[in-house]
């Protein structure tokens, strides 16, 4: 019976509450105390921002939701971003770039479920050794100097509109929605449910738990192939740690979001609502003008107050 | 009443045996990289270069060393780099302020034993999952440690401070003794104390170290707190080595720390290895980054190499385990 429970769809209600809860709180608090913080302008900008951690955050709940975990995203993304760079400057081709960028993402995606699923290496050691190489990658291919001079049709992505929607966000909801039919309304959505709360029964079902734990992990480092075209188009270069730590953004609107770290129980909508309260508290203290520094260590309190109502409630 | 328990927790004999075969392969493989470099490269076994390596590999140690015993426990501790770079900034800060060096240390010290003990508070009292945990307080040390140097470099302290880093005693760089020190306590604490076989015990079976009466909570607290205090010591060293502190000095040093400890023979599963496997695992490591930076193999290829060793001694690990089960 607890088996069935898991793998139906969480109870929205229990968790709309604490991230909500969390988002609003913040909403009004910097309504109150940052001048600027309710403007069009300036709200329109945090949901822009938010779209790259969006396209990190949704597969990593995935892969969270499998009791795994990708510390490599952030330096993942750093590199593919280099790769989008690179190719893009050398062909002038936007679509080239792209698929450089997906082609590394995934293959370093596929290493991490092969290390984790085969080799039965723990995700969080796995990944913190992809992490490195990664960053180390990162170094090599741009020689530690930025990338610059990349072609318009790269940068025209991130500032281009459509029917008046940035594109960026128009990515992001699409990405939404894509992850939102795969988790709920398909056979492999209900397996993943299956890898973290009970393996044992795919396997009965005749199913390779290894092959679809390669599948998310594959997702996760495509995802940051794509990320990593949006990075940079937004900084307009390609720079060798510009997206060292972001996987720590991701996990934190995870956990933020209600996602369980132990139980195989996740929700998208709750991720996407913990992206944006980790984009409104960025955002909000700079308008404050605290240095990214504390925006940082925020954003570690954040996480760790998270898992400690997550571990309060599963013990209730 | 006391020896019957000791030969509950204490592991059997044949494993203790298995371990002294997994040292043996491994001070071969010290060797087997010792002898290459040498043909490789000219200036590998010049004393300068030697000392170098034991200097260097005495830095990885002490953040490595503590690390084992979190690690035993079939815990990690991701937050050692970022807590070596804030302990290193404050006790900095406070050497300048006072002018005392003794006050810098005990600072220094104090630093990352509260942050051990922080990280041990959320992995007992809050039930957070270690990794996660000292994960999060990583990216906390690190915004702290930004914000509070806003960018500044501390520099330039007194000599006999600097001693401690760069200074040598009977031709040989005082770290060095330091780390005989600790390889001595470390190995003394984990294999001939009570609380040391506790900690084995623990990282073995959790639920059985509770049922015989370990207090489980306190001896992760402790572990935890010896890393975070280690990490304190290692920042002074780094410190009066360095002559100066940055925010950005701790983000190289966590997964070479890791590093060691894997190739150390310390499984991640908890209740196998040893302080000395460390100390192997970090003059490896350090032969290895030292040997490519001999051959004028760029700086940039150490995270990459790093990176490898660490999945290639966790996989290697998990084949001898298997194997001998």
């Not at chain 2, 810098?104 to 990794?131: K, Q």
């Not at chain 2, 080595?241 to 310390?266: F, H, M």
């Amino acid at each position: 019976m607890r088996e069935a429970a898991v793998i139906s769809q969480p109870n929205p209600l229990q968790r709309i509450p604490g991230v909500a809860m969390v988002l609003v709180l913040l909403i009004a608090l910097f309504s109150a105390i940052a001048p600027g913080f309710l403007s069009v302008a300036n709200l329109s900008n945090v949901l822009v921002q938010s779209t790259i951690l969006t396209m990190l955050a949704l597969p990593m709940t995935l892969i969270i939701m499998t009791e795994g975990l990708d510390l490599s995203m952030g330096a993942v993304l750093t590199l593919t971003s280099l790769c989008v760079a690179i190719v893009s400057l050398a062909t002038k081709s936007m679509l080239l770039g792209l698929g450089a960028g997906l082609l590394v993402g995934a293959a370093f995606g596929i290493a991490n479920g092969w290390l984790v699923a085969i080799l039965g290496i723990p995700p969080f050691v796995a990944t913190l050794g992809t992490l490195g190489m990664a960053q180390g990658l990162s170094l090599i291919v741009s020689d530690g100097q930025s990338v610059v001079g990349i072609p318009h049709s790269v940068r025209d992505i991130y500032s281009a509109t459509l029917l008046g929607v940035p594109v960026p966000i128009v990515m992001a909801l699409v990405t939404y929605a894509a992850f939102h039919g795969l988790l709920y309304h398909t056979r492999f959505g209900t397996y993943i449910f299956a890898l973290g709360g009970n393996r044992e029964a795919l396997r009965y079902a005749g199913l390779s738990p290894n092959r679809l734990l390669i599948a998310v992990y594959a997702i996760g480092g495509a995802m940051a192939g794509i990320a990593g075209l949006l990075m940079t188009a937004r900084m307009n270069s390609g720079h060798p740690t510009a997206g060292l730590g972001l996987e720590f953004d991701a996990i934190a609107a995870v956990a933020v979001g209600g996602t369980s770290f132990e139980r195989g129980n996740g929700w998208l909508l709750g991720t996407v609502l913990g992206v944006i309260a980790v984009g409104v508290l960025r955002n909000g203290l700079n308008l404050i003008s605290l240095p990214s520094s504390v925006q940082v260590a925020s954003v570690g309190v954040l996480v760790i107050v998270a898992l400690f109502l997550d571990g309060l409630r599963s013990r209730a | 009443m006391t020896d019957i328990t000791k030969d509950a927790i204490a592991p059997p004999r044949s494993f203790l045996s298995q371990d002294a075969i997994q040292l043996f392969y491994r001070l071969l493989a010290a060797l087997l990289i010792c002898a290459v470099l040498a043909v490789l490269s000219d200036s590998f076994l010049s004393l300068g270069n030697i000392l170098n390596v034991l200097r260097q590999a005495s830095l990885t140690f002490f953040i490595a060393s503590g690390l084992t015993l979190v690690v035993l426990t079939a815990g990690l501790d991701l937050s050692v780099g970022a807590n070596v770079a804030l302990s290193a900034c404050i006790a900095g800060t406070v050497i300048h302020k006072t002018g005392s060096p003794a006050l810098g240390i005990l600072t220094g010290l104090a630093c990352g034993g509260i942050v051990g003990l922080l990280n041990g508070i959320m992995v007992t009292a809050l039930r957070i999952p270690s990794f996660i945990a000292t994960y999060g307080m990583l990216w906390v040390l690190n915004g702290l440690t930004y914000w509070y140097m806003a960018g500044e470099t501390l520099h330039g302290f007194p000599a006999g401070f600097r001693q401690i880093g760069s200074g040598y005693l009977f031709g040989l760089p005082i770290p060095v003794y330091l780390l005989l020190v600790f390889l001595g306590i470390g190995t003394l604490f984990a294999q001939r104390t009570i609380w040391g076989q506790e900690i084995y015990a623990i990282g073995a079976n959790p639920v059985a170290a509770r049922l015989s009466g370990i207090p489980v909570a306190r001896r992760l607290l402790l572990v935890y707190a010896v890393s975070g205090t280690m990490a304190g010591l290692a920042s002074i060293i780094f410190l009066s080595r360095l002559n100066s502190a940055e925010a950005d000095i701790g983000e190289s040093l966590t997964l070479p720390a890791i590093a060691a400890v894997l190739i150390g023979g310390t499984s991640l599963f908890g209740g196998v290895g040893t302080v000395f496997g460390t100390f192997i695992g970090a003059l490896i490591l350090t032969l290895v980054l030292n040997g490519m930076n001999l051959l004028s193999v760029s700086a940039n290829w150490q995270p990459l190499v790093t990176g490898i060793i660490v999945i290639l001694a966790v996989w290697l690990d998990m084949k001898t385990r298997r194997r001998a089960q």
